[in-house]
């Protein structure tokens, strides 16, 4: 049998050309492809100050010296107290050295890396482009040595994606600067504060420093305000605990209630208590020296007494503001402000959200000017609508307190008895909208609705128990002012 000749043509070869597997083009389609990922293995990295193990192991080494010096009063010991300095001492150096020669970072392009770890090595790389701010941070602990550390957040980040510690205050500042000048955005720059320039304050201070908006918070203020924001939870708890010691120390004899009352309700409380206090004096120390400033585009936080920070909060990014009210801040019309911002609003991971301190305790005066440089032309004072009366036995406390309106450029919501809240969204920031109806609701008619805004874990604008047909075209309205507002948005963050 014999093939085909040479003017015969087999079926194979019949077939139309264009069914052919196509040729590869010398150079893919698409753009062109990006540049290595980390800097080459010659690029020198920079390290970190010295001391910054040493003083990340301050908790670890507090504990200890405090176990030591417990044992050397119980048992007189001093010489032992010294071996255990001298041990602490060598190993700690040696740990030090070893872990400075993994740590370190390098700029290198439009990327910062940074390189941390011994045993488990780490290397975190920062889109320099997706910027949005560089906090300077001063602990207690680093402040003798005169270090400082930066927390750097990018745009759409999961808290601090970034921290820097400890470096030198002059290289911390200088890294800031080139690090904001790589991303494009205007450089703040972060003034020395002078640490007894609010020691004599008084109640109506002046304003002071270039871009200030507002007088430094007066410290008596301040520590007035912490006061009375504490006050009627602590009496409350007494009060409660006091009564049900007399009720029950006259039934049952104080002798036996005593003793059961101190082992089961007292030392808790007490332990609550100065839990309650520390919390309560940390937010006085945190908030000391508080300054707002405003540079281009960003507001310019500085505030605290043992632990200071200067914090920066982009106007263009920020996703809701609150006002808080506490009931014995109201004879004298103080309220504070906070505003989240998108990559503030996802920091603690999957639980409540964080926020940004704008204004710890301040007049009505100095509210209004906070927030309309938080939000251009947001007001201070709403007006907010009841739910329905047939809601009221579901917060029978919340209900006066409780409400919600659609004001001309914010969604705001109204809620808390003790502490008197208003959260403002405005609307460029609301991702979605849901309509939620449980089945208690359901019997009654009614429904709440949920705002949740740009990266906002945890802090969505939330109106309660509303009328149903109402809390439908609340949604219907929210969704349609949502999206004409983010339409206008140049460059749109939702």
């Known amino acids: 049998m014999t093939g085909p000749g040479p003017d015969e043509v087999g079926p194979e070869a019949a077939a139309p050309q264009e069914e052919s597997a196509p040729v590869l083009a010398d150079v893919p389609y698409g753009p062109e492809a990006a540049g290595p990922s980390a800097p ?7 390290r970190l100050h010295p001391l910054t193990p040493l003083l990340e192991s301050f908790r670890f080494f507090a504990a200890a010296a405090a176990a030591v010096g417990f044992q050397v009063f119980t048992s007189q010991n001093f010489l032992f107290a010294v071996y255990i300095a001298v041990a602490a001492a060598v190993v700690g150096g040696i740990a030090s050295l070893i872990a400075l020669q993994y740590r370190g970072f390098v700029i290198w392009g439009p990327e910062l ?11 975190r790389t920062v889109p320099l482009d997706r910027l949005q701010s560089v906090d300077l941070a001063r602990p207690l602990r ?23 510690a400890y470096l030198k205050v002059d290289r911390a500042l200088a890294l800031r600067a080139e690090l904001l000048g790589i991303a494009g955005r205007p450089i703040a720059p972060v003034p020395e504060v002078d640490p007894d320039a609010d020691a004599d304050a008084g ?68 332990l609550g208590y100065a839990q309650s206090t520390i919390v309560t004096v940390n937010r006085f120390l945190r908030n000391c020296r508080f300054r707002l400033s405003r540079d281009g585009g960003s507001l310019l936080v500085e ?32 309220r504070r402000v906070e505003v989240w911002t998108a990559a503030v609003a996802q920091q603690g991971g999957g639980g409540a959200a964080k926020s940004t301190m704008m ?13 309309a440089e938080a939000v251009p032309d947001l007001p201070s004072v709403f007006e907010t609508a009841l739910p329905p009366r047939r809601a009221r036995w579901r917060m029978p406390l919340r209900w006066k307190r409780t409400g919600a309106t659609l004001h001309e450029r914010v969604f705001v919501v109204r809620h808390g008895v003790m502490v008197n809240t208003h959260v403002a969204v405005p609307y460029a920031r609301i991702q979605s909208v849901r309509v939620v109806q449980g089945p208690v609701q359901r019997l ?51």
Do not use: C
């Open 142 to 164: 680093a402040r003798p040595f005169g270090l400082a550390q930066l927390n750097i957040e990018v745009a759409g980040g999961d808290g601090t994606d970034a921290r820097l």
């Open 40 to 46: 080459p293995p010659g690029v020198t990295r920079q």
């Open 113 to 123: 890396h940074i390189y941390s770890g011994v045993f488990t090595r780490s290397h």
């Open 359 to 371: 204004l710890p305790v301040g007049d009505p005066g100095q509210v209004a000017l906070v927030a």
């Open 444 to 494: 009654q008619g009614l429904a709440t609705v949920r705002a949740m805004t740009a990266g906002g874990l945890g802090h969505d604008a939330v109106a309660y128990h509303r009328d149903a047909i109402e809390a439908v075209a609340m949604a219907a309205e929210l969704r349609e002012r949502a999206d004409a507002a983010a339409a206008l948005e140049r460059p749109r963050l939702s």
């Open 203 to 270: 109640d109506e201070p002046v304003a002071s420093g270039p871009g200030a908006l507002i007088p430094p918070v007066p410290v008596k203020r301040l520590a007035f305000a912490s006061l009375l924001e504490a006050l009627p939870v602590q009496v409350t708890a007494l009060v409660l605990f006091g009564t049900a010691f007399a009720v029950s120390g006259a039934v049952f004899g104080f002798s036996t209630v005593a003793t059961t009352v101190w082992f089961g309700f007292l030392a808790p409380a007490l």
């Open 303 to 334: 505030r605290g007494l043992t632990d200071t920070s200067h914090e920066t909060v982009p106007v263009d990014r920020v996703t809701g503001v609150t006002f808080d009210e506490p009931v014995l801040w109201r004879s004298r019309r103080w």
